[in-house]
């Protein structure tokens, strides 16, 4: 379990580099270091759930070391699946912008017999103000997808966390005052991260509507 153990650690890693040098990469080779990062976070998951079935089987003693840690590769993968998507979602945008972008430059304008002016001025400012508006929220929307499955990546942590902590009180012969203390603060954690899942929807619903 710790060759696999520091051999998934060092390929989250290297992922995380890889993940840095998207924003550089030219727009050609882009898509063959998205299906390079894709893959290997793929294969990471396969370790990470190896790691757990591993992780059951471990002496009591250890058990919930080893669980604590294949939780905390399984947190840091979905971290950057997350942070993959957004950068996919943000290309997808400006990939769309800069075909619009082009159909109206290589546009054709016949004349008009009543007015033969095009207010080509005019309407690239338009459209520039458009394409800025709908990046604007397109970015926004990303960052609240993100806060989203943040916060639901926190949610599954938050709730093993809790199941190890009560298995640990146990362990340790702890009274039953303080496992109610403990589970009361589970609770209350979950009532500010649902408030937090609302009012992130309220926010992104309130822009939508009143910039769309």
Do not use: W
């Amino acid at each position: 379990m710790e060759t696999l153990y520091h051999q998934t650690n060092k390929e989250i890693h290297e992922v995380q580099s890889y993940m840095g040098g998207l924003e550089k990469t030219d727009r050609e080779s882009v898509h063959l270091l998205e299906n390079d990062i894709q893959a290997r976070v793929d294969r990471i998951f396969t370790h990470v759930e190896r790691l757990e079935i591993l992780a059951s089987k471990e002496p009591p003693n250890r058990r919930q070391n080893a669980k604590l840690r294949a939780d905390q590769l399984k947190y840091d993968i979905q971290h950057l699946q997350t942070g993959l998507r957004n950068f996919q979602h943000r290309r997808y945008q400006r990939d769309a912008q800069d075909r619009e972008r082009e159909e109206l430059m290589s546009r054709t304008f016949t004349t008009n017999d009543a007015d033969t002016s095009i207010p080509m001025d005019e309407t690239l400012q338009m459209n520039s103000n458009l394409n800025n508006a709908h990046q604007g929220m397109d970015d926004l929307l990303g960052s609240g997808s993100s806060i989203l499955n943040g916060l639901r990546d926190q949610r599954g942590t938050l709730k093993g966390t809790h199941k190890k902590m009560l298995d640990v009180a146990n362990m340790l012969g702890l009274s039953n005052t303080v496992m109610r203390l403990i589970e009361r603060r589970a609770t209350q954690d979950k009532l500010i991260m649902i408030g937090g899942m609302l009012l992130t929807c309220v926010i992104i619903f309130l822009v939508i509507r009143y910039l769309g």
